[in-house]
């Protein structure tokens, strides 16, 4: 059981590692994007396939680092890592309840964390995860 202030903390130490994330994940789109416009005679690409192709990349990039190791690059810069319930490795299935229900639900996710004894968001209850901090 966490107090109000180390949940608040972890959950800061939560988002800024999302961000960092979501940084690296930009610059990946635009990486791409350029690549593409070219094929698209220099014009926005606009159609629901691209959309969706960005979002299959970014769960691979998520599950990705989340099987390997349990933490993607901003996770690694705030100390935390993702693991099961039990400590084992993060499998597919795990994976991919995460990152659909966090990305459906993102704030609310969050907000659930604060209204619980454990300190876990939503996404991490559903698929049977949990964030850990460590040290070096």
């Not at 309840?97 to 968001?121: C, D, E, P, W």
Request: proline share 1%.
């Amino acid at each position: 059981m966490q107090n109000s202030s180390s949940t608040i903390n972890y959950l800061l130490r939560r988002l800024a590692a999302f961000l960092y994330d979501c940084l690296l994940l930009i610059a990946i789109y635009f990486v791409i994007t350029a690549a593409v416009i070219p094929l698209n005679d220099g014009e926005a690409i606009q159609h629901w396939s691209y959309l969706l192709f960005l979002g299959l990349l970014s769960f691979f990039f998520f599950d990705w680092f989340w099987r390997h190791g349990g933490q993607t690059l901003g996770m690694r810069a705030w100390r935390i890592r993702v693991e099961g319930l039990d400590q084992e490795k993060v499998t597919f299935n795990q994976s991919m309840q995460r990152f659909a229900v966090g990305a459906i639900a993102f704030g609310l996710t969050l907000l659930y964390m604060l209204t619980n004894t454990s300190g876990m968001a939503l996404h991490d209850k559903l698929s049977k995860t949990k964030i850990v901090k460590y040290y070096n």
